[in-house]
């Protein structure tokens, strides 16, 4: 991955293109964010869908952007998820939800 954030425009057009192709990758962190917090993916799949780029932040342990989607659940209103995007490789990795 380039050590540059995508901007969000970009990073909106890769979440969409992503999500239509299911390559959606979640983390036990992410999972247990979901449970803790009674969230469901179809939230965190609307809100995605829905949402813009609130926060770009350098992971300095990992090298990678960590983005902050700030959307629409179905039943939540706002709805942050944090991902990394993976272009290159055509998938995003969800990382945590509140």
């Known amino acids: 991955m380039s050590n540059d954030a995508l901007d ?8 969409r293109t992503v999500l239509d192709a299911g390559r959606t990758y979640p983390t036990s ?3 247990e964010r979901l449970k803790d917090r009674n969230i469901s993916m ?3 799949i609307a809100a995605l869908k829905s949402g813009i780029v ?3 932040e350098h992971d300095l342990k ?3 952007w960590k983005y902050t989607i700030t959307g629409s659940g179905i039943d939540i209103n706002p709805l942050n998820v944090v991902i990394t995007i993976y272009p290159d490789q055509n998938k995003i990795v969800l990382l945590t939800v509140f």
């Open 62 to 64: 990992t090298g990678d």
């Open 8 to 15: 969000a425009a970009t990073a909106r057009k890769i979440i």
């Open 29 to 31: 962190h992410f999972k």
């Open 42 to 44: 179809q939230d965190v």
């Open 54 to 56: 609130t926060q770009t």
